[in-house]
């Protein structure tokens, strides 16, 4: 499915209108040969947006961001390469060509599974508005959720008891193994029984809207955990995903307003009161993958937190992971609650209006927020001010916008009356192994990427932490977060990396460099991935202040770096066999 063809290629795109595509988005007037709009990319109050029909191309003469369908989707609507693809094939009516690669079981695997996940949130619907719901009902009722909004987000109920799917879906053993799959059912010593019981389901959609998990809350007092989500798959990844992306990019982008908060309730009750403009993660402090997807959708997202100490300590938590993609041209602010309150509760006790007031009105930008964080945690008196220059200077090296680094530098020198060190190669003196934008573009991590390149099934065994870490050039960032999408959403093992993303960045320097690399072998692609490894870990110590989880890193690093030895050994072997 991921390996389209050029002629393929071809085919979607002169089916496909791009003026109607970006009018749904963009009001578009005519101007000449071209069709003008505000920019869907960034601010302004004039047009300088600009599509051609002709051309089938748009371009900003503001932001200068342009392309054609492929990239509209993907930088207006997040879609990886081959999602991007597939949708305007699907609009065309043209029938996607199924690979002949080596893995084609993967994506028929991934079609049925997110099927199943849809039946299954079907059948959660039924049960909710059947005589066994009645619990949920009247707990929805309480909450003063209105059955529109029940109904739109198609919330569910699992029943109690352990067979309900096997009743529902009867005991083929395929069908029951699909079910398992795809994480409604567990499979224990007495044969399969359901993982959600006696649980309001809250169906949790990808960027396109298919269900690809759910989030089940308790409705009895047991003792267990209030929420319970389904396990991960290569298709729920509880760390990319937002609840209510799909159902309310739109209203976002409409309204130019975006609330992060902390529940699915809460992202429900506000929609109730005309607010359906929030996010949230799914039960897990937010990441950096949320925080791109978020200010990909909105520039000054909004993130919402308890007024109360837990709060103040995840709004940080949010801010220092939000250092590494904050750009000059991002306005993030953060809006503490009333102790004890949360969006569902104050937005039912004051209205939509007013909730929105409170958003545009007592929210903080970030730079605040940090500079009043900084001073909490420092303490008063002159040692106060010396701790607080000192924590100052260590969240500083991990930005990589290099303006805005020195802007807040700047404010954190004037708060503090401290001069900070004028490190602006950021890391440097942290750590020489961890380069950062400004130096020339990392050796290591470049041949990593031709590797890549070169067999990109090799995305698939790459270790979870180094799909966490950005590569510090940016357009090297750039095509790495793009081969991990399209791997991500595709799931297919073998396809032309390069020539999907040469489609997708025609004018890219480095692929056009790295078409005759020689070939990175195995191992030295293992030793590659070691070398970044061993830099994040050097890295991550330095923040770590925890004792025990220092002491457990040092003791990765010293076995990390013990096979990085050994590798290297049989490296310099096997050159020397070559000759
Ligand atoms: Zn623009």
Redesign the pocket.
């Known amino acids: 499915m991921s390996n389209f063809t050029p002629s393929f290629l071809d085919q979607v795109l002169a089916r496909t209108d791009l003026v109607e595509l970006i009018a749904r988005h963009v009001e578009l007037k005519k101007s000449g040969s071209n069709m003008m709009g505000l ?1 869907p ?2 601010h ?1 109050k004039s047009p ?2 600009s599509v051609s029909a002709d051309k089938q191309l748009y371009y ?1 003469f ?2 200068g ?1 342009g392309g054609g369908a492929f990239q509209f989707l993907m930088e207006h609507d997040g879609y990886s390469f081959p999602e991007a693809v597939e949708y305007l094939a699907e609009k065309a009516g043209l029938e996607i060509p199924q690979e002949s690669a080596s893995k084609p079981d993967d994506n028929k695997r991934r079609e049925r599974a997110l099927q199943w996940l849809s039946k299954v949130s079907e059948v959660y619907v039924r049960q909710l508005f059947a005589e066994s719901g009645e619990m949920a009902r009247t707990y929805l009722k309480r909450r003063k959720l209105p059955e529109s909004i029940v109904r739109k987000y198609m919330l569910g109920y699992a029943p109690a008891g352990y067979g309900f799917m096997q009743r529902c879906f009867g005991e083929d053993v395929r069908v029951l193994a699909g079910l398992e799959a795809v994480g409604v059912t567990v499979k224990g010593d007495r044969g399969y029984i359901d993982r959600f019981r006696n649980r309001l389901m809250f169906p949790i959609r990808d960027r396109r809207g298919k269900v690809v998990g759910f989030g089940g809350r308790i409705l009895a007092d047991e003792q267990t955990a209030k929420y319970l989500n389904s396990p991960e798959t290569d298709y729920f990844h509880k760390s990319d995903l937002l609840y209510g992306l799909s159902e309310h990019r739109d209203e976002i982008r409409k309204r130019k307003m975006l609330l992060v908060v902390e529940g699915y309730m809460d992202v429900l009750a506000l929609a109730a009161h005309d607010l359906p403009i929030a996010l949230a993660p799914l039960g897990t402090a937010i990441g950096e993958n949320q925080l791109r997807e978020i200010f990909r959708l909105h520039d000054q997202p909004v993130f919402c937190f308890d007024g109360d100490r837990a709060g103040r300590q995840a709004a940080w938590r949010a801010l220092e992971r939000m250092l590494p993609i904050l750009k000059s041209e991002f306005a993030p602010r953060f809006l503490y609650l009333p102790e004890g309150e949360d969006p569902d509760s104050l937005v039912d006790k004051e209205g939509g209006d007013a909730f929105s007031h409170r958003i545009l009105n007592d929210a903080q930008p970030v730079l605040q927020t940090w500079l009043t964080g900084l001073r909490n945690l420092a303490g008063k008196g002159a040692d106060g001010r010396a701790r607080m220059a000192k924590k100052a200077e260590a969240m500083l090296v991990s930005m990589t916008d290099d303006y805005l680094r020195q802007a807040w530098r700047q404010e954190a020198e004037k708060a503090t009356r401290i001069t900070l060190t004028h490190n602006e190669t950021g890391g440097r003196r942290y750590d020489r192994t961890v380069s950062v934008k400004k130096r020339p573009v990392n050796i290591v991590q470049e041949s990593f990427m031709v590797g890549l390149m070169q067999k990109p099934e090799r995305l698939y065994d790459l270790p979870d932490d180094l799909k966490r870490i950005n590569l510090d050039e940016e357009g090297l960032d750039r095509l790495y977060r793009r081969a991990l999408d399209s791997i991500r959403s595709c799931g297919a093992s073998e396809f032309n990396l390069i020539q999907q993303l040469k489609y997708e960045f025609p004018d890219d320097i480095y692929l056009a460099k790295w078409m005759n690399q020689a070939a990175v072998s195995d191992d030295e692609f293992a030793s590659l991935i070691m070398d970044m490894q061993v830099a994040i870990l050097k890295r991550d110590l330095t923040f770590e202040k925890d004792l025990s989880r220092n002491l457990k890193m040092q003791a990765a690093l010293a076995e990390l770096q013990k096979r990085q030895k050994v590798l290297r050994v049989k490296l310099e072997d096997s050159r020397w066999g070559d000759e």
């Open positions: 920019c990319f960034h302004e300088s947006f900003c503001g932001c961001k």
